[in-house]
């Protein structure tokens, strides 16, 4: 064969090849996905017998005004005059561009067509991130009737999601987590355009999505699904950490309502749970490699999470757009699950574990803090970040706790065993814990260093101590003291990444009162969703922004169990949620907050309710049936 028929030939074949590359790819990623309706429960309201409605709004000047129904005015609900007047009910607010038509469709959940593009690990996450969007939409229906009746407006509504890079699916702060959406009509159908270089970025476009759809109450009098007829957004968070945490160990959670945490993490674009699993006072985790922490630490039996149950509700989280970050805290907060060391020949794990009288020994009843002369307390630790981490999946950022140790415990014990005279300033004893900690950690993690590892701020992280040994390279610094306190500026000059978490803001479980009679039992005042809205620490204290991964509110449980933990965490949460997405410039002269702030979230607390969360109440009805009137 001559030289050019072999290069014709091999042209031919390369073209082929490529045909049917193409082609087996738009055979995986094309295929469209129906509704996936009557998957889930839906929730309605109590079946009531059907009333004339009472009021009707129209939209005036840019606001919704309240009316009584006359024969002369065109019926309209409160939720479609919202979304079609004025300023836009996404929560956070984009931080792109935005143009959001006038008008609205109404269809129904069966006409309903998704279609997924994506390759690898994307598209598994995208199915499963499709169904979540459809169990939102159909969460938005109050009347059973719906999934059964026809509407005029829409044929098919199509749902069709890109992602350029189909093998990225775990989150790092690095992760592009942008997006774009363009809905319009074509005809009798709807459809609805989202793409993004990753996952994370078109789960949130989906979320965005299912806030431009809405539940209009008098459409046809039983009620329709609505939708806008055209919309376009370009978004991208200001920040790579936008964190919530929850303790459970104060009081134990049930694995369902740490599931409804993440559903609304997931409506407001929060991607970092980070779960505080143990403390002084319980530990509720089986670890496989430790299990007698939870045996001996666990309220009950009952009261306990099981290596599948976590790993179980880590999954839940990634497919919402969240990373898990597992904590034991260490060395402090170390008590109860703790004690069985004696009993397997390892001697004292923890001291001063339920030492009286406590105040000398802890923040807070009951008192611990693992034993830092004991070398088989590290052997533990090792075994228990390899199951942290194994459960977790999470290996770019590990949370080592380390906040609030009680040197004078520590004193007690090592005079009792003559060890005091080695340490001239046991926060050198500190220091060296947190070494070997640290060597353990990665020793845990096959030999490979975690590229960002969080400690809570304390005396260990002030000068001089820091420098000596936190390393600024891998060392991350959650700042939780006062915003007015040196602690975080001093971090940021000295050169160390912080999480900013500041108590004055962001710490949801103050002031409800003391829970004991003796000692500060308490952080008053209150944080109303205003204060945490207008916290703005990196304008505020003048820091350097690129030196701050994000920010954390704290949910500590000592007055908190699941009975009270949606009213706790939202819709406050959700203010800081949008600080840290879109972070909203902020007036320090007035400190005042837009209207438009308010009713935004006023809206996007009934979202949170029609998704099985039961948030605060943010003001009176009547305040949201009179937009405008209450500020």
């Known amino acids: 064969m001559k030289q050019g028929e072999v290069r014709r030939a091999l042209m031919v074949a390369t073209l082929l090849c490529l045909f049917l590359f193409v082609y087996l790819y738009w055979q995986q990623t094309s295929r469209p996905l129906h509704a996936l309706v009557l998957s889930y429960k839906h929730i309605y309201r109590p079946e009531k017998k059907l009333e004339e409605p009472q009021w009707t ?3 005036v000047n840019q606001r919704c005004e309240r009316h009584h129904v006359t024969d002369a005015l065109k019926i309209t609900s409160l939720s479609t005059c919202s979304m079609l007047c004025g300023s836009t009910q996404l929560w956070p607010q984009p931080t792109g561009p935005v143009t959001l038509g006038s008008k609205a469709l109404t269809f129904n959940v069966q006409h309903l067509k998704f279609e997924p593009l994506a390759t690898g690990a994307a598209l598994d996450l995208l199915t499963e991130a499709l169904r979540s969007f459809n169990e939102s939409v159909v969460n938005l229906v ?10 005029e407006d829409v044929s098919v509504f199509v749902v069709r999601v890109s992602v350029v890079h189909g093998h990225i699916s775990r989150l790092k702060l690095n992760t592009d987590e942008s997006y774009s959406l363009v809905l319009k009509a074509r005809g009798a159908d709807i459809i609805a355009n989202i793409t993004a270089r990753t996952y994370f970025g078109a789960r949130h476009g989906l979320e965005t999505l299912s806030q431009l759809i809405w539940w209009d109450e008098y459409a046809s009098r039983t009620g329709k699904l609505k939708v806008l007829k055209g919309a376009t957004v370009e978004d991208s968070p200001a920040f790579p950490y936008r964190g919530l945490m929850v303790d459970t160990a104060r009081n134990f959670m049930s694995i369902e309502s740490l599931e409804r945490v993440l559903v609304g993490m997931a409506a407001t674009k929060l991607n970092v749970f980070h779960w505080h699993l143990s403390d002084s006072q319980s530990f509720p985790m089986v670890l496989p490699n430790v299990p007698q922490l939870a045996k001996t630490g666990s309220y009950s039996p009952q009261e306990t999470y099981s290596p599948e149950e976590v790993k179980a509700l880590v999954k839940f989280a990634r497919i ?8 034991v805290d260490v060395p402090a907060h170390a008590g109860n699950g703790w004690t069985w060391g004696p009993k397997e020949g390892l001697g004292e ?5 339920n030492e009286k009288p406590w105040s000398l020994y802890c923040g807070e009843p009951p008192c611990g803090q693992l034993n830092p ?9 090792e075994k228990v970040y390899r199951d942290l981490l194994e459960l977790s999946d999470e290996r770019e950022i590990f949370h080592l706790g380390g906040d609030e140790v009680n040197l004078e415990c520590w004193a007690q014990h090592l005079q009792k065993v003559n060890s005091l005279s080695n340490f001239t300033d046991l926060h050198d004893l500190w220091g060296e814990f947190t070494a070997k900690a640290l060597g353990r950690l990665q020793q845990a993690n096959g030999g490979v260093k975690v590229p960002q590892v969080i400690v809570w701020s304390s005396r260990l992280s002030k000068r001089p101590y820091i420098g000596k040994y936190l390393d600024k390279n891998q060392v991350t610094v959650q700042s939780w003291g006062a915003s007015q306190w040196a602690d975080t500026p001093d971090l940021v000059a000295d050169g160390y990444k912080v999480l900013i978490s500041h108590v004055d803001a962001w710490y949801l479980d103050c002031g409800f009162g003391r829970w ?13 969703w205003q204060t945490i809205y207008n916290h703005r620490p990196w304008q505020q204290l003048r820091l350097n922004k690129d030196k701050i991964l994000g920010g954390e509110a704290c949910l500590w449980t000592e007055q ?8 706790r965490l939202w819709p406050r949460a959700s203010a800081l949620a949008e600080r840290l997405w879109t972070d909203p410039q902020l007036d320090t002269t007035t400190f005042s907050i837009p209207e438009d702030v308010y009713t935004r979230l006023a809206t996007h607390r009934e979202r949170l309710i029609s998704r099985g969360l039961k948030p605060a109440a943010l003001w009176p009805t009547w305040c949201s049936q009179n937009p405008g009137m209450c500020l």
């Open 560 to 567: 908190v169990d699941e009975s009270n933990l949606d009213s």
């Open 516 to 528: 004991r009679e003796t000692g500060e039992a308490a952080c008053d005042p209150y944080r109303p």
């Open 349 to 353: 794990l923890a001291v001063c574990v």
């Open 57 to 59: 709004w129209q939209c």
């Open 320 to 327: 919402r757009g969240i990373r898990t970050v597992l904590e």
């Open 142 to 151: 109050q009347n059973r009737d719906h999934f059964n009746e026809k509407t």
């Open 373 to 381: 002369d004991n070398p088989n307390v590290y052997d533990v630790l």
